[in-house]
Nanobody, 125 residues
Framework: QVQLVESGGGLVQAGGSLTLSCTAS????????MGWFRQAPGKEREFLAV????????RYADSVKGRFTISRDNAKNAAYLQMNSLKPEDTAVYYC??????????????????WGQGTQVTVSS
């Protein structure tokens, strides 16, 4: 089992940057694929990015490709989402999630077994 805690959210001006962290506890983190998702008020939770257990493969949603970068450090049991060129429409609660099938880059929410509580990101115009 994996417990996940996100941090690093906050208020930032449009065009700014933030780095979100996801700290994991549990023995399966290093073998799990890690994903980042977000949910804006009144909208469904959406996929942003995923990284395989080894870090060798990543996948991004079109909406964030070129602006966001996902990474991980298995020695620290942590995953990260570097967010650049933020826009007001990036305002949402951001979640990390773990997929025990560590070699796949799946976007579907149902494939992720473990979720964090989320961290709020607000981008002002």
């Amino acid at each position: 089992q994996v417990q996940l805690v996100e941090s690093g959210g906050g208020l930032v001006q449009a065009g700014g940057s933030l780095t979100l962290s996801c700290t994991a506890s549990g023995r399966t983190f290093s073998s799990s694929a890690m994903g980042w998702f977000r949910q804006a008020p009144g909208k469904e939770r959406e996929f942003l990015a995923v990284i395989t257990w080894s870090g060798r493969a990543t996948r991004y949603a079109d909406s964030v490709k070129g602006r966001f970068t996902i990474s991980r450090d298995n020695a620290k049991n942590a995953a990260y989402l570097q967010m650049n060129s933020l826009k007001p429409e990036d305002t949402a609660v951001y979640y990390c999630a773990a997929n025990p099938r560590g070699t796949v880059t799946i976007a579907a929410l149902r494939e992720y077994d473990y979720w964090g509580q989320g961290t709020q990101v607000t981008v002002s115009s």
